[in-house]
């Protein structure tokens, strides 16, 4: 008992004595520039659901499958689990090491000794091997800050990697959705066109017409067939866009037909007084990355000093009759020094690379910051200005169809010649194709604003 109690009074006092740690603490960065960052970063709960404001079933499904789905989630995912694997490695390396072991051994002629010819010697060791490195100068504690912080990161690189992806498969099911409702207006144009032009040509039969309304018409006709194409392409890829972050063959990739973009009952709405960079995991990854950088220093400088390891082993070795007794019990404590103070300049050349890794970590995070403030408020001018040319863009619509109306009207009372209805006809057409590419464009800034923002927004009452 009492040969425990040495090896376990020696641990103690190993541990007693490992209590500094050299490098500096980490201490997160408060402020940059005009940017309060007292806040530490706080998950947003709508970072799973922002995209059911839009009330579209089919694309929650496909959300739902991309993230299960999608490989460079699935990627990110993977490097959380090896992150905090890491992190409970280092964990562990800061406690005492264990194996129990028992082994036998016999042989015959041990040596070169004439007494020991014909001599079969037989032994067995049974017990418990011990070892640790007692971190007196904080190694392995500033490892396990820099492993805790590496894992920590990799997390906010998953949520945000969830982000982008997310809104890229709303990005490109708006872009589908947009084609197809240009796709559906052009053919609708066609139509139109085409009996017009039959119009004309019974017209030209009846010496009323000249070929030169055959020939505005069919300008206008060559104009719209020369556009549908375009459509088609724009919307094969963002359905090819959209089977690639399914991790699917687009041929299989089934969407349902809808000639509509998704929409919100109300607009996008910003809260003056909150501090929205606590919601961005790029910003947050940014910061645990300078944190595991700070560390590192920790872990070199400790370089500079001894480290004290300490092994031992309790238990029984061989005796003439292999019994286990107290004449067989054995126990031995080794304490080791090493220091590397023959290599002071490889030392120090290590840390001073890792003063500079945090350098550039402060710098990357500072960027990141400002990057993040200013894209959040490009979103948001972004935003506004199409919701101005949204509404500017109904406006000239509703206008084109009146003015259609009334020169259909003028055209019947004979008070207006066919050509001026062919014009305000062709100005019809135009401006819903411009419609649509604006309501397209629109679809896409609310995106931006929710990804620049990480979902973490509101909608008001005062239309869309």
Sequence with gaps: MNKRRHIVSALVLSGLISACSVGPDYQPPQQILTVNLEESYQPVSSLST?????????????????????????????NVDRAYAVFSGSQADRYPDGMVSAGYQASRNASLLSQDDGMTMRGFTNGLSLSWDTDLFGKLKRATQAA???????????????LQIVSQVVSSYGQYRGAQLRLFYAEMNLQFLLQS??????????????????????????????????IRIASQTAKSTLAALLATPADSLQISNSATLPRLNQ?????????????????ASAERNLAASTAQIGVNTADLYPSLSVSGFLGFIS???????????????????????LNMGAVQARIRMAEADAEVALAQYE???????????????????????????????????????????????????????????????TSRDQLAQIELSHFLR???????????????????
């Design 319 to 341: 005796s003439p009759g292999l019994a286990l007794n107290s004449a067989s019990e054995s126990w031995n404590i080794a304490p080791t020094i090493q220091w590397s103070g």
């Design 148 to 162: 805790s912080a590496r894992a920590d990161q990799a997390e906010l690189l998953w949520q945000d990697a969830r």
């Design 446 to 464: 609310m995106v931006d604003v929710y990804r620049e923002f990480s979902g973490a927004i509101t909608r008001d009452d005062q239309g869309t």
């Design 367 to 429: 960027q990141s910051v400002i990057n993040a403030v200013n894209d959040m408020q490009l979103s948001l001018t972004n935003y506004q200005q199409s919701r101005e040319q949204l509404a500017s863009a109904k406006r000239q619509f509703e206008s084109s169809q009146q003015a259609v109306s009334i020169s259909r009207a003028q055209y019947k009372a004979g008070t207006v010649d066919f050509l001026l209805l062919l014009d305000s006809e062709r100005e019809l057409l």
């Design 50 to 78: 922002w995209w059911d404001a839009f009330n579209d079933d089919q694309l929650s499904n496909l959300i739902q499958q991309t993230l299960v789905e999608n490989r460079t989630i699935v990627e990110a995912a993977a």
């Design 197 to 230: 032009k039959e119009i004309i040509q019974a017209q030209i039969n009846a010496g009323s017409a000249t070929k030169l309304e055959m020939t505005q018409i069919d300008t206008q006709i060559f104009r719209v067939k020369t556009d549908i194409p375009a």
């Design 267 to 283: 607009p996008l709405s910003i809260a003056d007084n909150e501090n929205y960079l606590k919601f961005r995991p790029d910003v």
